[in-house]
């Protein structure tokens, strides 16, 4: 493939990922009634708070979607500390049912999704308390209006801006956006925060493709040096590859959330970019079952697509669940069979698909308990026919003669209580 100039892609990913005029204007009329009629039910309620909007809308970092969310934050005042400000939101939303349909979603504080009737975004309403230090936030939530200044006093250059969306383009096709425990990765806001501190897209990008594990970067060197860091950070929050110390709260790691596999992976992206930079690492990807399907016959290997649904709450909850179960799953699977390849996908849902390459052990080795154990060693040997000893262990060795479709069926028919604890209540062999 020909390789194409870099400021010329830059430029044209940009036009492609910059929203359209017409998507901003709708999304702000929309947000000004909104914002109007949620003030007018705070002051007839006499509930003491004060609206903002958030998140990359409110930051001009938003970049183009099907379907945009928008962050809209009231805040509480202190007054209201120790109250439930979600039941004080749901009431200050109470006159607004006709701008769209409203539903309660629960997480570490209840909040409020408001999906507009032929629209292509829905809004967020998020309760949070209004504080005058990070370190008196009593959610994570609370932060929220001290990143948007923090981010809209530092980025204030169109090509400052412009080289943000050009990162979370970027991260985005490569499956590393979002801080989601189904994702683990870089959060919209340390997205900002680490183009800034690099000084633009294609020196972050360099600077990923070499980055080494546990990496320290301060950027308003609120520490001295690394030992002062380990002395106030709370460890849990250090287990993170990159530690990036969040610029309004010294306490927090801004990307607590990133794994060393969501790392690994986007580093890979980061050196093929530079190394042969094309349109197509802006792209997000689809799957192609059909190739890794034909690819895996011609292997000699099986290729099995399921889709699990789960019975929690669509998001983080239902993603989170739904990939610890793949990943529970595949281990499973990798007892009797050698997985070459594997994938998982959630469209945000309750459902998510999931496919294994894989071949078959050909027979497996099991331990059994010690073979001066009589009792035990006896129940080992009539579960198992073909056993034997070996430094005082028994032991069985088992053929694998049944395909991989076959195995899933006797799992699962096996596996009822663990998937319904797992919060998995349906899975199904797609092919």
């Given at each position: 493939?020909?390789?194409?100039?870099?400021?010329?892609?830059?430029?044209?990913?940009?036009?492609?990922?910059?929203?359209?005029?017409?998507?901003?204007?709708?999304?702000?009329?929309?947000?000004?009634?909104?914002?109007?009629?949620?003030?007018?039910?705070?002051?007839?309620?006499?509930?003491?708070?004060?609206?903002?909007?958030?998140?990359?809308?409110?930051?001009?970092?938003?970049?183009?979607?099907?379907?945009?969310?928008?962050?809209?934050?009231?805040?509480?005042?202190?007054?209201?500390?120790?109250?439930?400000?979600?039941?004080?939101?749901?009431?200050?939303?109470?006159?607004?049912?006709?701008?769209?349909k409203i539903s309660l979603v629960h997480g570490s504080r209840d909040y409020f999704k408001i999906e507009p009737d032929n629209r292509n975004f829905f809004i967020e309403i998020i309760p949070v308390?209004?504080?005058?230090?990070?370190?008196?936030?009593?959610?994570?939530?609370?932060?929220?209006?001290?990143?948007?200044?923090?981010?809209?006093?530092?980025?204030?250059?169109?090509?400052?801006?412009?080289?943000?969306?050009?990162?979370?383009?970027?991260?985005?096709?490569?499956?590393?956006y979002g801080a989601e425990s189904y994702i683990n990765g870089f959060s919209g806001y340390a997205i900002e925060l680490l183009v800034h501190y690099y000084k633009g897209f294609l020196n972050f990008v360099k600077a990923m493709a070499k980055i080494k594990n546990k990496?320290?970067?301060?950027?308003?060197?609120?520490?001295?040096?690394?030992?002062?860091?380990?002395?106030?950070?709370?460890?849990?929050?250090?287990?993170?590859?990159?530690?990036?110390?969040?610029?309004?709260?010294?306490?927090?790691?801004?990307?607590?959330?990133?794994?060393?596999?969501?790392?690994?992976?986007?580093?890979?992206?980061?050196?093929?970019?530079?190394?042969?930079?094309?349109?197509?690492?802006?792209?997000?990807?689809?799957?192609?079952?059909?190739?890794?399907?034909?690819?895996?016959?011609?292997?000699?290997?099986?290729?099995?697509?399921?889709?699990?649904?789960?019975?929690?709450?669509?998001?983080?909850?239902?993603?989170?669940?739904?990939?610890?179960?793949?990943?529970?799953?595949?281990?499973?699977?990798?007892?009797?069979?050698?997985?070459?390849?594997?994938?998982?996908?959630?469209?945000?849902?309750?459902?998510?698909?999931?496919?294994?390459?894989?071949?078959?052990?050909?027979?497996?080795?099991?331990?059994?308990?010690?073979?001066?154990?009589?009792?035990?060693?006896?129940?080992?040997?009539?579960?198992?026919?073909?056993?034997?000893?070996?430094?005082?262990?028994?032991?069985?060795?088992?053929?694998?003669?049944?395909?991989?479709?076959?195995?899933?069926?006797?799992?699962?028919?096996?596996?009822?209580?663990?998937?319904?604890?797992?919060?998995?209540?349906?899975?199904?062999?797609?092919?």
């Amino acid at each position: 493939m020909k390789k194409q100039n870099i400021n010329q892609i830059l430029k044209e990913v940009l036009s492609r990922v910059n929203p359209p005029e017409e998507d901003i204007i709708d999304i702000e009329k929309f947000l000004k009634i909104l914002v109007l009629r949620i003030e007018k039910n705070l002051k007839s309620r006499k509930i003491n708070a004060e609206v903002f909007i958030g998140g990359s809308f409110a930051k001009k970092t938003l970049i183009k979607k099907g379907l945009y969310d928008i962050d809209v934050f009231i805040r509480f005042s202190e007054e209201n500390k120790g109250k439930s400000i979600s039941k004080f939101t749901e009431k200050a939303i109470g006159g607004i049912k006709k701008m769209g349909k409203i539903s309660l979603v629960h997480g570490s504080r209840d909040y409020f999704k408001i999906e507009p009737d032929n629209r292509n975004f829905f809004i967020e309403i998020i309760p949070v308390m209004k504080i005058k230090n990070p370190k008196n936030a009593e959610n994570i939530t609370d932060l929220s209006y001290f990143h948007v200044s923090y981010i809209r006093k530092r980025l204030k250059t169109e090509k400052m801006l412009a080289d943000i969306k050009l990162a979370k383009a970027f991260c985005h096709a490569n499956k590393s956006y979002g801080a989601e425990s189904y994702i683990n990765g870089f959060s919209g806001y340390a997205i900002e925060l680490l183009v800034h501190y690099y000084k633009g897209f294609l020196n972050f990008v360099k600077a990923m493709a070499k980055i080494k594990n546990k990496e320290i970067i301060d950027i308003e060197r609120l520490y001295k040096n690394k030992n002062e860091i380990m002395m106030n950070m709370n460890s849990a929050k250090m287990n993170s590859p990159i530690i990036l110390i969040d610029p309004t709260y010294r306490e927090r790691n801004a990307l607590a959330a990133l794994s060393e596999e969501t790392l690994a992976h986007f580093r890979e992206a980061c050196k093929k970019f530079l190394k042969n930079p094309l349109m197509e690492f802006f792209e997000e990807k689809k799957i192609n079952l059909e190739r890794i399907r034909k690819n895996a016959e011609k292997s000699k290997k099986e290729f099995i697509l399921l889709r699990a649904e789960t019975d929690m709450q669509e998001g983080d909850i239902a993603g989170s669940k739904l990939v610890k179960f793949y990943r529970h799953l595949k281990n499973e699977i990798n007892k009797f069979y050698t997985v070459s390849s594997d994938g998982f996908d959630y469209g945000g849902k309750k459902e998510a698909q999931f496919f294994f390459v894989a071949k078959s052990r050909g027979k497996i080795i099991s331990r059994g308990p010690d073979a001066n154990d009589k009792r035990n060693a006896a129940l080992f040997k009539k579960k198992h026919r073909n056993t034997f000893i070996k430094g005082g262990k028994i032991y069985t060795e088992e053929k694998i003669e049944k395909d991989i479709e076959k195995f899933i069926k006797e799992w699962m028919n096996s596996n009822y209580e663990k998937m319904n604890d797992m919060h998995i209540n349906e899975l199904s062999i797609e092919s």
